[in-house]
T-cell receptor, first 114, second 113 residues
C-alpha cells in the first residue's frame, strides 16, 4: 500500500461541466475526509465518511457537490455545473477511527474551471 | 463556533535557529486532540506532532515541540535547530469529540541559509 492516492492529479474543465474525482484511501482506514484548499489557505472541510456512512457535510458543500463511499473503500467527489469559484485543490485524507490518529493525505486533485 | 486561528501568515528563520509558530483555538468541549501538519511546496501534507488535550505534558518529536496552554487555548509549535527542509506551510488542526478535523489558515515558514 503506497498511501492515499487521488485521481486525476489535474483537471481542467469548462464552466458548467460536471467533474468527478476519486480517492483511494489506505486500505485499513475506515475514516475518509474531503477538503478544499485554495492557494495560500488552509484546508476547508467538505465532508467525511466513517466506512460507507457520510457523517458530516460542511455548509460549503452546496447541492452541486456530492460525495460517495459506496463500499467503505474508495470515495468519489462529484461537482455538477462547475463554476470558476470551484477552482481549487481538492484533498483527500484517510485515517483509522479515533481522534488521536494521524490523517494521511493524498497529493490532491487540482481543478481549474475556465 | 469551533475555530482554529493562526495569526502569523508568514515567518522566516535562519538555519539552525529556533522559531515558534502560534495557534489558538476556540471550543467549549473538553474532549479534543490538537495537531500540527506540514505541507512542503508541491508536496502532500504530513503530520508533525499531536497533543491530547487531557495530557498536561507537552508533546515532543525530535526537534519539534509544542507549548500547550489549555486555559489560554493556545497550542504553539517550536522548531529547534531549523533546517532548510523545514521550509513549508504549517497548519494547526484539531479534532473535537471524534468528529471531523478542522484546520487553521496556515503559516508559511521559510528557513534561510
Amino acid at each position: 500500500d503506497t498511501g492515499v492516492s487521488q485521481d486525476p492529479r489535474h483537471k481542467i474543465t469548462k464552466r458548467g461541466q460536471n467533474v468527478t474525482f476519486r480517492c483511494d484511501p489506505i486500505s485499513e482506514h475506515n475514516r475518509l475526509y474531503w477538503y478544499r484548499q485554495t492557494l495560500g489557505q488552509g484546508p476547508e472541510f467538505l465532508t467525511y465518511f466513517q466506512n460507507e456512512a457520510q457523517l458530516e457535510k460542511s455548509r460549503l458543500l452546496s447541492d452541486r457537490f456530492s460525495a460517495e463511499r459506496p463500499k467503505g473503500s474508495f470515495s468519489t467527489l462529484e461537482i455538477q455545473r462547475t463554476e470558476q469559484g470551484d477552482s481549487a485543490m481538492y484533498l483527500c485524507a484517510s485515517s483509522l477511527d479515533g481522534q488521536n490518529t494521524e490523517a494521511f493525505f493524498g497529493q490532491g486533485t487540482r481543478l481549474t474551471v475556465v | 463556533a469551533q475555530t482554529v486561528t493562526q495569526s502569523q501568515p508568514e515567518m522566516s528563520v535562519q538555519e539552525a535557529e529556533t522559531v515558534t509558530l502560534s495557534c489558538t483555538y476556540d471550543t467549549s468541549e473538553s474532549n479534543y486532540y490538537l495537531f500540527w501538519y506540514k505541507q512542503p511546496p508541491s508536496r502532500q501534507m504530513i503530520l508533525v506532532i499531536r497533543q491530547e488535550a487531557y495530557k498536561q505534558q507537552n508533546a515532543t518529536e525530535n526537534r519539534f515541540s509544542v507549548n500547550f496552554q489549555k486555559a489560554a487555548k493556545s497550542f504553539s509549535l517550536k522548531i529547534s535547530d531549523s533546517q532548510l527542509g523545514d521550509t513549508a506551510m504549517y497548519f494547526c488542526a484539531f479534532i473535537i469529540n471524534n468528529n471531523d478535523m478542522r484546520f487553521g489558515a496556515g503559516t508559511r515558514l521559510t528557513v534561510k541559509p
